[in-house]
């Protein structure tokens, strides 16, 4: 059973901080890429972050603008998002993605993890 469970999400002031995890399992890690995406009340789910299966190549969407850092460990089959200078329009449901080819490609979702920036 493929599993993508998030956490870390949470309540943070503006210009807070917070760091999202994906924890995986049911697959093999090492081969698939990673992203997060996130997703506000009434808004399109967009593309937060992607990072490829070595951790050699990542993409940012740019609303991010350097503020935020997508980084795995496949020894522990995470993946995190490092999240700084957090502001109010960042407030969204974050979800992890997992993709991979074996002739077909694969796409797994994740809950998603609630974060909240406000004073």
């Known amino acids: 059973q493929v599993q993508l469970v998030e956490s870390g999400g949470g309540l943070v002031q503006p210009g807070g901080s917070l760091r999202l995890s994906c924890a995986a399992s049911?697959?093999?890690?090492?081969?698939?890429?990673m992203s997060w995406y996130r997703q506000a009340p009434g808004k399109e789910r967009d593309l937060v972050a992607s990072?490829?299966?070595?951790?050699?190549?990542?993409t940012y969407a740019d609303f991010v603008k350097g503020r935020f850092t997508i980084s795995r460990d496949n020894s522990k089959n995470t993946v995190y998002l490092q999240m700084s200078s957090l502001k109010p329009e960042d407030t969204a449901v974050y979800y992890c993605?997992?993709?991979?080819?074996?002739?077909?490609?694969?796409?797994?979702w994740g809950q998603g993890t609630q974060v909240t920036v406000s004073s």
């Open positions: 049911g697959f093999t890690f090492s081969i698939a890429a």
């Open positions: 990072i490829n299966k070595d951790g050699v190549t990542v």
């Open positions: 993605k997992a993709v991979w080819r074996t002739g077909l490609t694969w796409t797994y």
